[in-house]
Each structure stands twice: as C-alpha cells, then as structure tokens.
C-alpha cells in the first residue's frame, strides 16, 4: 500500500531504496537533494494511461509497466503538490474537452428539422 511518504511505504522498501540510489538521492524533478518528506509518483501519471487514446492500441501487459518501478520516481513532497495540481488541470481540460465534444456530437444527432420550408 502507497502512501505518503516514504517511510509509510508497505513492502516496497527495497524498491524504494533502489530509486533513491538509481537518483543518487536527487529530487527526479527538480535536481534537488531528497528531503525526508519526498514521496513516489509516477513518471506518466495513471489518468493518461487510462485515459490516452493509445491505451486501446497496447496489449494488456504493455499496460502493466505503468504500475512498476519503470515508471515510478522519488521527488520531494512540495514537487509532487505542484506536478499533482499541474496534472489535475490537465485533466480538467480533457474533461471539459470530451464534454463539450459529446454535447456537441448529442446536438447533431438530434437535430430537428426547420420548421417552415424557405422555398
């Protein structure tokens, strides 16, 4: 189980460890040295897995890797709040982005016809 921080990390210490020393204890994001309070995020955030139109193009175990160490990374906790807000705008954007696009697509589809004929 993941949670914040990395000292409350279950069974995942050597994974942990291993990050750490693969950064040579550096923030992945900002170069900095890694504070006690730095967490694990991952590289490409989960939504765009999910969400990306490639995910219908990858075989299942393609998609597994996202989940793994591969994709995993140690930053430092005020990082990770400003990657996590920029991510969260973007999903917003892509929701506000499909909604507008369904409705638009429901618009056409039902339609109605002009009420009078300008002939």
């Given at each position: 189980?993941?949670?914040?921080?990395?000292?409350?990390?279950?069974?995942?210490?050597?994974?942990?460890?291993?990050?750490?020393?693969?950064?040579?204890?550096?923030?992945?994001?900002?170069?900095?040295?890694?504070?006690?309070?730095?967490?694990?995020?991952?590289?490409?955030?989960?939504?765009?897995?999910?969400?990306?139109?490639?995910?219908?193009?990858?075989?299942?175990?393609?998609?597994?890797?996202?989940?793994?160490?591969?994709?995993?990374?140690?930053?430092?906790?005020?990082?990770?709040?400003?990657?996590?807000?920029?991510?969260?705008?973007?999903r917003a954007r892509l929701r506000q982005a499909e909604s507008a696009e369904r409705n638009?697509?429901?618009?056409?589809?039902?339609?109605?016809?002009?009420?009078?004929?300008?002939?």
């Amino acid at each position: 189980m993941l949670r914040r921080g990395l000292e409350a990390v279950d069974g995942a210490s050597d994974h942990v460890r291993h990050l750490r020393r693969l950064q040579n204890y550096r923030c992945a994001l900002t170069g900095a040295r890694l504070a006690k309070d730095a967490e694990i995020d991952h590289r490409v955030p989960l939504f765009q897995v999910w969400r990306g139109g490639e995910r219908a193009e990858r075989a299942w175990p393609a998609v597994l890797i996202y989940w793994g160490v591969p994709n995993l990374q140690v930053i430092n906790r005020s990082a990770h709040v400003e990657k996590c807000g920029l991510e969260s705008a973007s999903r917003a954007r892509l929701r506000q982005a499909e909604s507008a696009e369904r409705n638009a697509d429901f618009a056409a589809s039902h339609a109605l016809p002009p009420l009078c004929d300008s002939t």
